[in-house]
């Protein structure tokens, strides 16, 4: 689950120097919209993996405080 993190910050990356590339290089279509697809990609699979943990740490912290109690 940590690997989810690693690949925020080159997503987002991507998505930015793919918008700047769309504007300056409006030849290149090829290179900026992979960039954009795969940008966009990465960031919903980080969400999805954030989410993922936020569940199974509530989960875990709800079973242990029953457990407990």
Known sequence: L???WLGFLPA??????????Q??????????LTGIITGY???AISVI?????VLVLAFTASASYNYYN
């Open 41 to 43: 990609v990465g960031i």
């Open 12 to 21: 987002l990356a991507a998505v930015i120097t793919g918008h700047l590339a």
């Open 2 to 4: 940590t690997l989810v």
């Open 23 to 32: 504007r300056r290089q409006p030849a290149a279509r090829g290179f900026w």
């Open 49 to 53: 993996g954030l989410l993922f943990l």
